[in-house]
């Protein structure tokens, strides 16, 4: 990998502590950094030296599939009045299906879905000892930003990649 895709990597890694930091400040993932992190995968491919054929088709292939079916998911929950996947989480999720292979990026949603379960049984526990007046949202970039970067830990950045190639 060439040292522009690891200047990539970086930066991605740091709009991903972003999202974390938003979504527990605000709740809310905006637009501009899902954007950025979108637009950054074709450059990522170029540097990384992606073939147009079948590498790109395939990235693209199943960035779609996994954005139709995380759009699918939020409109399910919107249609039953739960809050199943913010918007802004659908498109961090979309975001990262650009970046990551399809084997990574189920390695990203497996993480994703222990450390979001660990921050819901911590939620619940919250809302039984103290009480509070509202409910409130769960920061669930946190939990998408936690599995992104244990992904690029894991596959992407040059003491993970060997250990995870020598395993």
Do not use: C, E, H
């Not at 993932?29 to 790109?56: E, R, T, Y």
């Not at 103290?130 to 920061?139: A, C, I, N, R, T």
């Amino acid at each position: 990998m060439s040292s522009i895709s690891y200047v990539l990597l970086t930066a991605l890694a740091i709009a991903l502590l972003i999202a974390a930091f938003t979504d527990i400040r605000r709740r809310q993932i905006d637009n501009w950094l899902n954007a950025g992190i979108a637009l950054g995968a074709p450059v990522f491919w170029w540097a990384s030296g992606m073939a147009l054929w079948p590498d790109l088709a395939w990235q693209l292939l199943f960035a779609a599939i996994a954005s139709a079916v995380l759009i699918g998911i939020a409109f399910i929950g919107y249609k039953i009045n739960v809050v199943i996947l913010g918007g802004g989480d659908v498109k961090l999720l979309g975001a990262l299906a650009l970046w990551f292979t399809p084997f990574a990026y189920m390695q990203m949603l497996l993480v994703m879905g222990v450390i979001g379960g660990v921050m819901a049984v911590g939620f619940v526990v919250r809302r039984v000892v103290f009480k509070p007046k509202s409910p409130g949202y769960l920061p669930y970039g946190v939990a998408i930003s936690f599995g992104g970067l244990w992904v690029l830990a894991l596959n992407y950045l040059p003491v993970g990649a060997i250990a995870a190639q020598a395993a």
